[in-house]
C-alpha cells in the first residue's frame, strides 16, 4: 500500500454489559475497515467499499472531527483524504459506530504525524482526547485497545480476559435508534436500592472473570435498574429473546449500549448450534440479524 493511502481496523463494541452502565465495555470480532486515500484536492467524503457516497453531512463526520483535532492539536495543517467504509454491522444499532468513527480518525492523524516526523499522540493522550469527545468512555476505550474494558477515574481503565469459552451472538437490528433519544428516557435521578443493585452486578462480572462464576453473572445480566427498565420497552422483542436465550443455557442477553441492538452472552460448551438456531431464529421474526462472535484483544489497528 502506497504512502498515500492507510487502512484502519476498529473493532465493534458493546457497552454497559447489564449493570455496567456508562463503565463497562467489550470489543467484538466484528467491526469496520477503513481505507484513507490522501489526495490534496479530496474534501474527507466518505464512501461506502462499493463506491458510493455515504450520505453523512460534513458536520456529523466524526472520523474527519476527530482526525482534524489531533493535527490541529500539533499543530499540522490536515492533509484532505477520501475514506472507503466497510462494516460488519450497520450504524446506529448500538455497537459503536461513533467510537469506530472517533478511533479511525485519531489513527489516520496520529500516521500523519509519524509521516511527517512529528510527535504522534501517545495512547494516555488518545484516551482522553476519545473519552473528551464521545462523552463516556464505555464504547472507546474498548474500541482503541480491545479487551473487556472497566473504566476508571481520571481516564484510566482495567483490562481483562474473558474465559477461553466466552462467546457471543450479537442481535443488529434493521432499525436505527439515536443515542441521544435513547438518553432522553433515562431518569434524572435513581434511588439509593438501584444504584446499589447495579454496583452488585458491577462486582458479579468481576466475580465471573476471576472464579467463572456463571450465575452470579447470570443473576446480574437480569437485574439492571439503571437504563433497560428505562429503554427496552421500545425494543421490540428484548424479553422474549431474553428469556429463549436463557433457556438455552446462555449466561443473558443485555442491551447494547443505548440499544437497539442485543448481546447475548455464553460458553460454547453450554449451548449446542441448535439452540442458537432457536434464538436467531426467533429474533429474525422482529427484524434482527445475528453474528455469532468472540471477544477482539487487539483493538484498532493500523496496516501500513
Request: aromatic share 8%; with cysteine.
Amino acid at each position: 500500500m502506497s504512502p498515500s493511502s492507510l487502512q484502519i481496523h476498529v473493532p465493534a463494541t458493546t457497552a454497559n454489559l447489564g449493570p455496567g452502565f456508562d463503565i463497562l465495555g467489550l470489543a467484538l470480532s466484528l467491526g469496520t475497515d477503513i481505507r484513507f486515500d490522501f489526495d490534496q484536492s479530496a474534501d474527507f467524503q466518505l464512501t461506502a467499499a462499493s463506491g458510493e457516497p455515504l450520505p453523512i453531512p460534513a458536520e456529523k463526520n466524526l472520523i474527519a472531527r476527530a482526525y482534524k483535532r489531533v493535527l490541529e492539536d500539533a499543530g499540522v495543517s490536515p492533509m484532505p483524504w477520501t475514506a472507503s467504509v466497510r462494516s460488519d454491522l450497520l450504524p446506529g444499532r448500538g455497537f459503536g459506530s461513533s467510537a469506530m468513527a472517533l478511533v479511525s480518525g485519531i489513527l489516520a492523524a496520529n500516521e500523519r504525524l509519524n509521516q511527517l516526523g512529528k510527535n504522534a499522540f501517545p495512547l494516555d493522550r488518545q484516551i482522553a482526547l476519545l473519552c473528551e469527545m464521545e462523552g463516556h468512555p464505555d464504547n472507546v476505550i474498548p474500541a482503541r485497545v480491545g479487551g473487556w474494558i472497566c473504566s476508571l477515574p481520571g481516564g484510566t481503565y482495567l483490562k481483562r480476559n474473558l474465559p477461553a469459552d466466552f462467546r457471543m451472538l450479537i442481535l443488529s437490528p434493521q432499525k436505527q435508534m439515536s443515542t441521544k433519544e435513547s438518553r432522553g428516557r433515562l431518569p434524572d435521578h435513581y434511588p439509593l436500592k438501584d444504584c446499589v443493585s447495579n454496583l452488585r452486578g458491577l462486582a458479579a462480572w468481576f466475580d465471573y472473570i476471576e472464579s467463572g462464576n456463571k450465575e452470579g453473572l447470570k443473576a446480574a445480566l437480569q437485574h439492571d435498574l439503571l437504563h433497560e427498565p428505562y429503554r427496552t420497552h421500545a425494543v421490540e422483542g428484548f424479553q422474549e429473546i431474553r428469556v429463549l436465550s436463557l433457556e438455552a443455557g446462555c449466561l443473558g442477553s443485555c442491551l447494547s449500549g443505548s440499544g437497539p441492538g442485543i448481546a447475548i452472552f455464553f460458553e460454547k460448551n453450554d449451548v449446542s448450534q441448535e439452540q442458537l438456531n432457536r434464538i436467531n431464529q426467533k429474533a429474525s421474526e422482529y427484524g434482527y440479524e445475528g453474528h455469532a462472535c468472540e471477544v477482539d484483544y487487539k483493538g484498532a489497528v493500523t496496516v501500513r
